[in-house]
Nanobody, 120 residues
Framework: QVQLVESGGGSAQAGGSVRLSCAAS????????MAWFRQAPGKERDRVAT???????TYADSVKGRFTISKDNAKNTLELQMNSLKTEDTAVYYC???????????????WGQGTQVTVS
């Protein structure tokens, strides 16, 4: 059974940093594309960053140069380092796994419970 558990959310001041972690279990972590999404109140859930099985990363334009996604395959952990935070980064952040083994990162159907990040 796939499980994704986020941690590390909280409050930060604008210009500050927060690091999120996602502990994955129940599958071969290294072989799946993983992503971070976020959802602000009243808005749709948007993809923030993606890392595929070979380490290729993509970022939303709004976070390029500020956020960094990384994976530790030995620890089955996905992380998101968020720097130079802005108030508009306030949202619930979710980690997600691609539906398909070695998939292209187009469909994510395994989700964590989310962790709140509030920037003021």
């Amino acid at each position: 059974q796939v499980q994704l558990v986020e941690s590390g959310g909280g409050s930060a001041q604008a210009g500050g940093s927060v690091r999120l972690s996602c502990a994955a279990s129940g599958y071969t972590f290294s072989t799946y594309c993983m992503a971070w999404f976020r959802q602000a109140p009243g808005k749709e859930r948007d993809r923030v960053a993606t890392m595929d099985g070979v380490g290729t990363t993509t970022y939303a334009d709004s976070v390029k140069g500020r956020f960094t996604i990384s994976k530790d395959n030995a620890k089955n952990t996905l992380e998101l380092q968020m720097n130079s935070l802005k108030t508009e980064d306030t949202a619930v952040y979710y980690c997600a796994r691609d539906r398909y083994y070695r998939g292209p990162g187009r469909l994510f159907d395994n989700w964590g419970q989310g962790t709140q990040v509030t920037v003021s």
